[in-house]
């Protein structure tokens, strides 16, 4: 199985700050076609989780463009330009390159 | 709008066995693997199983912790996943959530959209 492993575990932020995780798997997620099985979610509280990066650098749809993600191969990283109050809750990465799929232990991020 | 709604979490004691169901809405559902993934009380997220379209194989894939007791099946003409989860245990108490997988160049790329969830608690 793919080991993902993220950090930091917990993230305090302030507000119109910038903030980084870190995630890294055990194997290579990189298609041939350059893209990467490399997903970012964020599950904020009493929610499902929501698809913020996919392909390890496109964003979902609706998701604003203070959200980024960059690596390839096996390291990767999701920025938030400035963080918002609402950018509350746990980060999950996700590899999809084969299964079982495996996440990454998750990044709580909560408001200084 | 994509929709995905879980249904059939309960109650059940050690043993029991236990159906859940998504309805899906907003999309071809033939077109899309589906996935079940689970989340016990303040813990992480875990994969369980996949159902491919057959349009792209079909095919099934489990984790370790559920094959040979869940069973995942599609219905394409009601747009319907379901998971058939049997002997079920303690360790199994979680919400459950259904997903569609991004379909891109002919690869599945993981989820876009969750379904709310819902709740199954094994106890005696």
């Known amino acids: 199985d793919i080991v993902m492993t993220q950090s930091p575990v917990s993230l305090p932020v302030t507000p119109g700050e910038p903030a980084s995780i870190s995630c890294r798997s055990s194997q290579s997620l990189l298609h041939s076609n350059g893209f990467n099985f490399l997903n970012w979610y964020l599950q904020k509280p009493g929610q499902s989780p929501q698809l913020l990066i996919y392909m390890g650098s496109k964003r979902a749809s609706g998701v604003p463009d203070r959200f980024s993600g960059g690596g390839s191969g096996t390291d990767f990283t999701l920025r938030i330009s400035r963080v918002e109050a609402d950018d509350v809750g746990v980060y999950y990465c996700m590899q999809a390159t084969q299964t079982p799929r495996t996440f990454g232990q998750g990044t709580k991020v909560d408001v200084k | 709008e994509v929709q995905l709604v879980e249904s059939g979490g309960d109650f059940v004691q050690p043993g029991r066995s236990l159906r859940l169901s998504c309805s899906t809405s907003g999309f071809t559902f033939g077109d899309y693997a589906m996935s079940w993934f689970r989340q016990a009380p303040g813990k992480g997220l875990e994969w369980l199983t996949i159902?491919?379209?057959?349009?792209?194989?079909?095919?099934?894939d489990y984790a370790a912790s559920v094959r040979g007791r869940f069973t995942v099946s599609r219905d394409d003409s009601a747009g319907i996943a379901y998971l058939q989860m049997n002997s079920l245990k303690s360790e199994d108490t979680a919400i459950y959530y259904c997903?569609?997988?991004?379909?891109?160049?002919?690869?599945?790329?993981?989820?876009?959209?969750w379904g709310q969830g819902t709740l199954v608690t094994v106890s005696s």
């Open positions: 159902i491919r379209s057959k349009v792209y194989s079909g095919t099934i």
């Open positions: 997903t569609r997988d991004i379909v891109q160049v002919g690869r599945n790329w993981g989820p876009d959209y």
